[in-house]
């Protein structure tokens, strides 16, 4: 199985990273977990033994993922999807990659604009060892075998090396960092997770769908092919689908989720680049629904990946959450993952687990106003010293993410109750609601807190929770 692995960047000093045979930017929570790794650019190429050990440390995880989705067995077997949506399933099972293999969809290409004067990004092939030679080879001819690449002859060239994974196999990687640099970003906005979360109120079935390697069946515009070459000891090749790690990739690949399911979404179906979710109250419009979002991949050529697809249930994972009728709630192996952290050696870990707790922030009540000694780690020309005020903080929030609330969704024929409350580092606010207006059946929607910034630090908190 083909395993690829490129870099982008955000904006200019991080790495995203991809894999070819998983569209996620992350084994956790989403898609695009950013890793602050400088690293040394030589003749304008990366010098590959200067990336920090915590890239390593990453990829190898997104390795583990990816090498066990591809150990199960790629099989269309119909015992996970429930009795009253197998006929249903079964009449589209032309839409799934174990059946009909990859597709290419028609309703988008990638195009890389580039800034007026750019000069084309040249590099040189690294050298590589005989096993890295012969691997370079087999990934060569399995890549333009599958109609992903072809020799290019182009004048654009990124770079490209292997890493070698905790297995002892060896991961290509390309890095697309100077190409992002020179590229007219798409502005085109991806959904705030939040929202997506909350306009799934009111329904208590769900399927999730997932795109198979959704970026590579995206066709590259044939004027921008040449942008995407990359340079080797066979010679450069560049993409004739869209790779991963262009800045502007997940913008294109919303943009056609949002053509492809315009008239639906928000409605019975939510889009998160490719992760799907259809939700409805009850199963026979879950049915309706299912069908209308399945024949319109049917019609794009959009194919999903079955294995990866849940069916017809009353609680799915969805990124990084489970979903069901009661409620929003983290899911547990993130959750597990951020409290088995190590306790941080450095600044870059602490910023990695700040990256994760706080991307479950709205569970945890003043999660800024604990964070505050951790936060104050990353200043600028701030000296790392762990101590009790920061061992504290790194406990709580682990503790506290153990213990977080299945949240409710909002409900605007409740009533909705917002509590505010302020301290000398923040101001947070709980948003609940109840249908009697008692503390009795209260729950909550959300829990939300910020730091005081500069200047603000010198008023009065309460002034700031009227409006926050």
Request: hydrophobic share 35%; net charge negative; charged share 25%.
């Amino acid at each position: 199985m083909l395993e690829i692995q490129c870099y982008s960047s955000h904006d200019g000093d991080g790495l995203y990273s991809y894999s070819s045979t998983d569209a996620k930017a992350s084994t956790s929570i989403g898609r695009s977990q950013v890793l602050a790794v400088s690293v040394a650019m030589v003749d304008g190429t990366i010098k590959k033994e200067e990336i920090k050990m915590d890239l390593a440390t990453y990829m190898e995880e997104v390795a583990e993922a990816s090498d066990q989705e591809q150990s199960e067995e790629s099989s269309f077997c119909l015992d996970k999807v429930p009795n009253w949506l197998q006929d249903l399933v079964t009449s589209h099972k032309e839409t799934f990659v174990e059946v009909s293999g990859l597709g290419r969809v028609d309703l988008a290409t990638h195009e890389i604009p580039t800034l007026p004067g750019t000069t084309p990004v040249k590099s040189r092939p690294f050298r590589l060892t005989w096993d890295e030679q012969a691997q370079m080879a087999k990934e060569l001819e399995e890549m333009v075998a599958m109609d992903l690449i072809r020799p290019s002859k182009g004048v654009w060239s990124s770079p490209c090396f292997f890493i070698r994974k905790k297995d002892g196999s060896l991961r290509l990687v390309i890095d697309y960092r100077r190409l992002n640099k020179l590229t007219i970003k798409d502005n085109y906005p991806l959904p705030m997770i939040d929202t997506v979360l909350d306009s799934l109120a009111g329904a208590t079935i769900f399927t999730t769908l997932d795109a198979a390697s959704g970026y590579h069946q995206v066709p590259m515009d044939p004027r921008s092919m040449a942008k995407t070459g990359f340079v080797t000891p066979q010679g450069t090749f560049e993409f004739q689908v869209m790779p991963f790690g262009l800045t502007s990739a997940p913008a294109t690949y919303q943009r056609m989720m949002a053509n492809l399911l315009g008239p639906y979404l928000n409605r019975f179906v939510m889009v998160f680049i490719d992760d799907v979710i259809v939700f409805s109250r009850n199963q026979e419009d879950h049915k309706m629904h299912l069908k209308l979002v399945l024949d319109r991949c049917q019609e794009a050529n959009l194919k999903l990946k079955f294995k990866k697809c849940h069916f017809g249930s009353s609680k799915v994972e969805y990124l990084g959450h489970t979903i069901s009728g009661e409620g929003v709630s983290p899911h547990s192996h993130n959750t597990d993952k951020i409290t088995s952290f190590p306790t941080p050696r450095n600044a870059d870990e602490v910023r990695s687990f700040l990256g994760t707790a706080g991307y479950y922030r709205r569970f945890i009540d003043c999660y800024a106003d604990i964070a505050v000694p951790l936060t104050n780690m990353l200043k600028k020309n701030k000296s790392f010293h762990w101590g009790d005020s920061e061992e504290k903080a790194f406990r709580i929030l682990q503790q506290r993410l153990v213990h977080a609330p299945v949240l409710a969704y909002p409900d605007r024929q409740q009533i909705q109750i917002l509590t505010t409350d302020a301290s000398n580092h923040g101001i947070s606010a709980i948003l609940s609601q109840s249908p009697d207006g008692s503390a009795e059946n209260e729950k909550v929607i959300s829990y939300n807190s910020r730091t005081l910034r500069g200047p603000e630090t010198l008023l009065d908190g309460s002034l700031f929770q009227a409006t926050y």
